[in-house]
Structures are given as C-alpha cells and as structure tokens.
C-alpha cells in the first residue's frame, strides 16, 4: 500500500517537474497559432494604457500558459495521489485519463457552456468583479457537480447496481445538477455588437485550448505513471 | 496492477495535511495567475494593488484563452 502511494507521490512530483515544461511546449505553441488568429483581426481592441505591447503580451502568453500548466499539474499530481487508490480502473494510464477528464469537464467544459470566452472587445454589462466571482461560483459548483456525480457511481457500483442502470442514473444526475447551475447563477455577459463570425472562432480556440492543455496533461501523466512504475515494483 | 490493494481504499481517510498546504497554494497561485488584477484587489490590498497590474497586462492573452472573465 505505501509503494503504491509513494509511486503515486513520485510519479505525480516527476511530472510536475519534468512532463510539464515540455507538456507546456506544446500547449504554448497551440495557444499561440490560434491565440494570434483570434486576436489579430479584434476590432475596437483598444487598451486605456498599454503596459506591454503585443509582441510582449505574445511572450506573456507563453509565460502564462507555462504557469498555468506547472500550477495545475501540481494541484493535478496532489489529487492523483489521493484518487489513485480509489477510482475503480485497473492502470494509472486510464486513471490519469479518467481524471483529466472529469477535471476538464467540471472546471472547464461546464463552466464553458454557461460563461463562454469572450475576446478582449466584448465589454460584459457587469463589473469584472461580479463577473468574476460567478465564474468561479460556476467553476466549484460543477467540479462539486462532478465528484458528486463520481460518489454517486462508486456507492451504486458498490451495491451492485446493473451497468446501464448506474451509468444513466449517474449522468442523468449530472445533466439535471448542471441545468440548475445554469438556471440559477447570473446571465453570461452580452457580446454586444461584436461580430458573430470571430466570436465563434475565439471560442473554439479557447475551447481548443483548453482541450489540448487536459489531454496533454492526461497523456503525460500516464505515461510518466507507466515509467515510474516500471522502475519501482509495486 | 490488477490486484492493487490501494484499489480498496475507503473515502473516509481524507487528505493529510501535508497534501491540503500545497494544495491550497497552488490554487492561490492560480487565482493570482488568471485574475488578479488592480480593480479586483483594490478594496483589500489598497494602493498595492497596482503592481497586480502588470501582471494583469502581460497574462493578458492567456486568460482571454483559457476562457477566465477579463475586461
């Protein structure tokens, strides 16, 4: 029990350490090829006082998804080391998947739904700070929707509930759980008058984005799991 | 792996402490990263705030991309 956990520890500290800058890599050079497009043609794109021009903000991106991906990938190792015993699949390669993907689902994709990203030019009705503070309600409300939804399925398996029965329970619940997050938090800011056509295209690559960051994340980490693993005998 | 006796383990014994400290910064960290910025802070850190600014302008890109409000 504790070489598996010390594996888990290990595997998640090693990733953090080494699967990230490369994992980073790859997700700043996505970011930046479809970060470009959706900026550049921006109309009214104005800043009161520019800090930093372009090219800086560009190398900011970098900086930032960097960030982001060390930051997440350790919050990630942490919670791998403590779901690792628990979820219910039989390789670290798919638990790292599972997890990613629940993460992506309920910090990312639900959230996404009811609050979509927005380019610099669109002004939302409401101050930045109300805006805030309902995106993250949204962002721990649905992670909070999602690992109930796991509890949920892990005390039915337990009880020997059928497949099918468990599975269409547990996402019906999601699905209604998500629907009442979207009835009860605030309106999502109106775009304005910005153009459809390049709103559409900044979401998808936000959505992109976002995608490429958790499968990467998911990706690495397994195989990092796979690797550590096979150096120390559980 | 089949065989792994962690796969039994109960929900009941929770983090240890060791695992919730960084945990906690780390997501400090994160709010920092994605929306930090000198309107934000300013009712709680006052004319400090400011130097969240710069932080503020140059993450600017990535948190329109990773979808977090921004103005």
Not at chain 1, 48 to 71: C, H, I, N, S, Y
Request: glycine residues 12%.
């Amino acid at each position: 029990m504790a070489a598996g956990l010390i594996a888990g520890l290990l595997a998640g500290g090693f990733a953090f350490f080494v699967g990230e800058p490369v994992l980073d890599r790859a997700i700043a050079l996505e970011a930046a090829a479809s970060g470009v497009h959706g900026h550049a043609g921006a109309p009214g794109h104005q800043h009161e006082a520019p800090v930093f021009d372009r090219p800086a903000q560009k190398l900011g991106l970098f900086l930032v998804m960097g960030l982001f991906g060390v930051t997440v990938g350790g919050i990630f190792g942490v919670l791998f080391a403590y779901f690792r015993g628990r979820l219910a699949s039989d390789s670290d390669w798919v638990r790292s998947l599972c997890l990613t993907s629940c993460m992506f689902t309920g910090a990312f994709l639900i959230p996404f739904v009811k609050y979509p990203a927005n380019p610099p030019g669109v002004r939302g009705a409401a101050a930045i700070g109300e805006r805030t503070v309902a995106y993250y309600s949204m962002v721990a409300l649905s992670l909070l929707a999602v690992l109930t939804a796991w509890m949920a399925a892990r005390m039915l398996r337990e009880r020997g509930v059928k497949t099918p029965v468990r599975h269409l329970s547990v996402g019906l619940g999601l699905a209604l759980a998500s629907a009442a997050l979207f009835v009860l938090l605030p309106a999502a800011p109106d775009p304005g008058g910005f153009p459809a056509g390049l709103l559409w295209d900044f979401r998808l690559a936000s959505l992109g984005t976002q995608l490429v960051f958790w499968a990467g994340l998911g990706v690495v980490f397994g195989l990092l799991c796979g690797r550590a693993n096979s150096g120390v005998s559980v | 792996m089949g065989n792994d006796p962690l796969a039994q383990r109960p929900l009941s014994s929770g983090l240890s402490l060791g695992s919730w400290l960084p945990l906690a910064v780390l997501v400090v960290m994160l709010f920092v990263l994605l929306s930090a910025s000198g309107a934000l802070l300013s009712p709680v850190l006052g004319q400090a705030a400011g130097a969240a600014d710069y932080l503020h302008e140059i993450a600017h890109d990535g948190r329109h991309l990773l979808a977090v409000p921004c103005h």
